[in-house]
């Protein structure tokens, strides 16, 4: 036998406890524990502990362990370092309460292959017996919980151990409190795996933000963003063509051109269909840019960079355009926010009919107020169809309305929400609304949707779908629904989904969005027409029924 086989043979012969451990195992194995004891331990919980110190400590102190024995041996002592936990009385109650365990996963507490029995056990006893009462890291505001008492450190790169720490508390954050982390398309663990090395090469502010940027968008949650200067700089620029357009058929239809304050002429005119920019395609540029942006979905991807795509820190861009039936190349001159001038919108009415016989009403639900919908439904409850207009972000309107609308209390969704006593577990509880109402509408009630109907949008649309004569009309929904925490990561603002939403039955909305009744989108030539053929789809099924 050869000396170099005979070598391979008895590492593969040695127990793990022997081998190596890489950088990235050892740190995954120190997110999990480190989390786990903030949220689980009494000691660290009440906020006795500087417990950022700790983990800096023992990212120090990994770099002297090699095996698994180490490892073990690290985490034991620190365990015991925390202090003695008494037993829990009130912990045993609440294992009879019924929870939603989609989200949680301790299982790793039990991973051999890196925890012996001895650390697993320690771990097992802090879970039977964890904090309960206030926390000093998390607190409670009505159904949400909210964060606090984080140290902060500023936007800007300082050291690999404070970019880790942002990165560990991130992880965290969703691994106890994210109630759609069984949903992302990676494995939150894997997350972890893939986001530890190249945190570990972070050297200047802006990769530190991009790599910021990639883990938020893990979440894959429309509701979630991290608002930073470098990411817009790097990403998109701060100069764009002076033009407005609308998306559709993977091109941008160009609806008005827009003057500059240095009194240039712009290349671009109305109707100019642009397919191209700079060398690609519209899906090549979201598709690269893809991976820094969170959204439920790609059609929520499209929704949150199509404002964007026509940004660039050149001077010019580069596009292709169909025009009057020919295709063409244009340089276009970019300007400065400053430098563009744009007229405000004239507000639209908050309702209205639209047609002359007074039998359908329409319903801006982006403008409406609580306090508008009395008179609204005085002046519409005779028509034969409303139409509610949820292709925007309504104000709270959600409960006065169905009270008018609907008739009778209906279950319309169900929310699951953090329990604060076993961090992880979410419970389930259903919503009702509405009130037994004789007088309530008669008619038709069409809802017309699409990607930017989301969250609140997305709740009213269920609200609605409960009416006897309900029809969506439209294309999918956002696919991100319940309220938001928002809190800072590396002094950056951002924020996910805090509150899951389900349909009454348990079926998912968010990432899937609310499917209409009628899918229709709108198309190149329906906006260089000046068309709104949702609107126009909705007027052809009251009058023709289908």
């Known amino acids: 036998m050869t000396k170099p086989l005979l070598f391979i043979l008895l590492l593969f012969s040695l127990p793990f406890s022997t081998q190596v451990l890489s950088e990235t195992q050892k740190l995954e194995s120190l997110c999990r524990i480190w989390g786990f004891l903030k949220y689980y331990h009494p000691q660290v919980a009440n906020g006795s502990l500087d417990w950022d110190g700790q983990l800096f400590k023992k990212i120090s102190e990994l770099k002297s362990i090699e095996d698994k024995a180490d490892l073990n041996r690290l985490y034991s002592d620190w365990i015991d370092d925390l202090g003695k936990i008494d037993q829990c009385k009130d912990c045993s109650g609440t294992d009879q309460k019924i929870y939603f365990l989609k989200n949680f996963d301790l299982s790793w507490i039990d991973d051999s292959d890196l925890l012996n029995n001895k650390v697993s056990r320690k771990l097992r006893y802090i879970e039977d017996n964890r904090h309960v009462g206030a926390h000093h890291y998390f607190g409670i505001s009505g159904r949400k919980i909210y964060f606090r008492n984080e140290n902060p450190y500023g936007y800007k790169f300082s050291s690999k151990e404070i970019a880790l720490l942002e990165l560990f508390r991130y992880w965290n954050y969703v691994e106890y409190f994210f109630p759609y982390k069984y949903q992302t398309d990676q494995k939150w663990n894997d997350v972890l795996s893939e986001m530890i090395p190249k945190f570990m090469v972070i050297n200047n502010d802006e990769t530190y933000h991009l790599s910021l940027a990639e883990l938020v968008a893990k979440t894959d949650d429309s509701h979630a963003y991290l608002n930073s200067p470098h990411i817009t700089k790097s990403l998109y620029g701060n100069r764009r063509l002076p033009a407005e357009y609308l998306y559709a058929e993977g091109k941008l239809v160009i609806t008005k051109t827009l ?135 309504p104000r709270q309107t959600i409960v006065p309305l169905s009270r008018l609308l609907l008739p009778a209390p209906t279950v319309y969704y169900q929310f699951i929400f953090p329990a604060p006593e076993y961090p992880g577990r979410f419970y389930s509880r259903k919503n009702s609304i509405g009130r037994k109402n004789p007088e309530y509408y008669k008619g038709n009630v069409i809802v017309l949707v699409n990607e930017n109907t989301q969250s609140q949008a997305e709740t009213t649309v269920m609200m609605l779908k409960q009416h006897p004569k309900s029809k969506v009309i439209g294309s999918h929904t956002s696919g991100a629904n319940g309220d938001v925490i928002s809190f800072k990561l590396a002094g950056l603002d951002t924020r996910f989904t805090g509150l899951g939403a ?45």
């Open 259 to 393: 003057r500059n304050r240095l009194h240039e002429k712009s290349a671009l005119k109305t109707g100019d269909v642009i397919y191209d920019i700079n060398g690609k395609t519209i899906s090549q540029i979201i598709n690269g840019l893809g991976k820094y942006i969170p959204a439920s979905n790609s059609w929520g991807k499209v929704n949150k960079l199509k404002a964007k795509l026509l940004f660039t820190n050149n001077d010019s861009i580069s596009v292709k355009v169909e025009r009057d039936g020919q295709n063409i190349e244009i340089k276009a001159r970019t300007y400065l926010a400053k430098d563009i001038i744009s007229k405000k919108i004239p507000a639209s009415s908050k309702w209205k009919f639209i047609d002359g016989g007074k039998k359908i009403g329409y319903v801006n639900m982006g403008s409406i107020e609580k306090e508008d919908l009395d008179a609204m439904y005085k002046e519409l409850k005779s028509t034969e169809s409303i139409i509610f207009d949820l292709r925007n972000y």
């Open 502 to 546: 389900y349909y009454p039955e348990g079926k998912e909305t968010q990432r899937i969005g609310i499917i209409p009744d009628i899918l229709v989108k709108p198309t190149v030539e329906g906006i260089k027409a000046e068309r709104d053929e949702l609107l126009e789809r909705a007027l052809d099924y009251i009058h023709t029924g289908n």
